[in-house]
């Protein structure tokens, strides 16, 4: 069975800065794309960025210069970096990733970033 777990969210205030990490825990599994998503009350699940195995990145217009996405493949491993966080940032964030192979889809539970203003 895999697992994700996030960690790293909290309360912080507009302007401030918080990192996310993603770790993946049970039988190993190498994965193509990993990311992650956010959801805000009453809204729908939102892509925030993905990476890809080979590095390549892809981003929301929201998040595009105040976050970045990285990971460490020898660790399975997905980190988010958010810079200059905003009221609208409040969400719970899930780390998501697909594995290679079976392309099989996995979530974590899932980290509530809250930013004040």
């Known amino acids: 069975q895999v697992q994700l777990a996030e960690s790293g969210g909290g309360l912080v205030q507009a302007g401030g800065s918080l990192r996310l990490s993603c770790t993946v825990s049970?039988?190993?599994?190498?994965?193509?794309?990993m990311g992650w998503y956010r959801q805000a009350p009453g809204k729908q699940r939102e892509l925030v960025a993905v990476?890809?195995?080979?590095?390549?990145?892809n981003y929301a217009d929201s998040v595009k210069g105040r976050f970045t996405i990285s990971r460490d493949n020898a660790k399975n491993t997905v980190y988010l970096q958010m810079n200059s966080l905003k009221p609208g940032d409040t969400a719970v964030y899930h780390c998501?990733?697909?594995?290679?192979?079976?392309?099989?889809?996995?979530w974590g539970q899932g980290t509530q970033v809250t930013v004040s203003s």
């Open positions: 990476i890809t195995s080979g590095g390549s990145t």
């Open positions: 049970g039988i190993i599994v190498r994965f193509n794309d």
């Open positions: 998501h990733a697909v594995s290679r192979g079976t392309m099989a889809n996995y």
